[in-house]
């Protein structure tokens, strides 16, 4: 949802923009308008560009580098294509941790292409947000300050029941100016000057979902989610230290916030069997019931993923994972 509003707000401005208001002429005879993501990217972003009627075939899938981030060059190039083809760039995305890595792409450089070409700059950062919280992962998220838009999901790293999505913009009038409709039966003249929170956004009748939100950051503080944030994180690396100690598993990408994404080879597997062997590992994992972790795709091929989120985690349930993996490779094989 914070992606919709998100994407809804950058629409409208960029219609207002040429001169057209979307919310009345909807899109009709206007022409297309570029998107651009990585190929890293979730799949929220393209449900929006669907449901908000701009269609995927402007979606922009943008490659990434060896460590899973936005290639700037290639994003170049294609805004360049496009310009060349008529169409209007108008939105671009980062993210700031991935789902499959937890990779924060390279915000600073998106924002000033962003800058450039008059651009929406937003940061996907549902997962990753958070992080720029943890001394040593800090620095790779510079350029955040820069977004539009920025998308976090308090129901992830802070542990906020679900659900609980958060979007924060620069310019609070943008999402207003593309939202905001009440109906007489509603207005209410001691709204204040933020009015209602209804016009900010899709929902009308809505729960109180900042109160979870508010308790949780009241009972940690500042000093309790940096600590939770930069525990996580921290386990995130011991886990890729584990893995690349050891001869049977492999990383698979640098572990910058509190994902590890890796796969089990134990060295006297072929390809093929090490491919079905990674697919069957998550499900059978679970079935022991000691540990949990999620399988992907990484450059097309099965992958496992830990991503550390509890406070109470150490390093001894790491090593409890990776034996767990051992042990459930070996059900599978046999
Ligand atoms: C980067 C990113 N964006 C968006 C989402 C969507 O999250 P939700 O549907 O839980 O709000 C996720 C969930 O994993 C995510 O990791």
């Known amino acids: 949802m914070a992606t919709i509003v998100a994407l809804a707000t950058a629409r409208h401005q960029a219609f207002r923009d040429q001169g057209y208001d979307v919310r009345e ?59 060349r083809a008529g169409v209007r760039p108008f939105f671009v995305a980062a993210s700031a941790g991935t789902v499959n890595t937890g990779a924060v792409d390279p915000l600073d450089d998106i924002a000033a292409i962003a800058r450039e070409h008059g651009l929406w700059f937003h940061i996907d950062g549902a997962y990753g947000a958070l992080g720029i919280l943890a001394d040593d992962a800090a620095p790779g998220y510079a350029g955040l300050e820069w977004a539009d838009s920025l998308a976090l999901d308090p129901h992830k790293w802070l542990g906020v029941p679900i659900d609980a999505g958060c979007i924060l913009f620069r310019e609070p009038a943008g999402p207003r100016d593309a939202f905001s409709l009440v109906p007489p039966y509603l207005r209410d003249e001691d709204a204040g000057e933020l009015g209602w929170f209804s016009e900010y956004g899709p929902e009308q009748t809505r729960p109180f979902r900042a109160l979870r ?112 993996i051992r042990a459930a490779a070996r059900e599978v094989t046999t």
Request: glycine share 6%; with cysteine.
């Open 25 to 83: 002429t909807g899109l009709y005879g206007h022409r297309p308008m570029g998107l651009y993501v990585s190929a890293e990217a979730h799949s929220c972003l393209r449900k929006a560009a669907e449901l908000l009627g701009l269609g995927t075939r402007y979606l922009r899938t943008v490659p990434v580098d060896s460590a899973f981030r936005m290639d700037t060059g290639e994003l170049r190039r294609l805004i360049a294509a496009d310009q």
């Open 213 to 324: 939100v508010w308790a949780t950051i009241a009972h940690l503080g500042r000093d309790g989610i940096v600590h939770l944030v930069q525990h996580t994180t921290r386990l995130a690396r011991t886990l890729a230290e584990l893995i690349e100690a050891s001869d049977d598993f492999e990383l698979l990408a640098p572990a910058v916030t509190s994902i590890t994404a890796f796969r089990h080879r134990p060295p006297d597997l072929d390809t093929d069997r090490a491919e079905a062997l990674n697919e069957a590992i998550p499900a059978a994992v679970q079935r022991r019931r000691h540990a949990f972790l999620t399988g992907t795709r990484i450059s097309g091929a099965a992958a496992l993923r830990a991503c550390v989120l509890h406070p109470g985690t150490t390093k001894d349930d790491l090593t409890v994972l990776l034996d767990e």
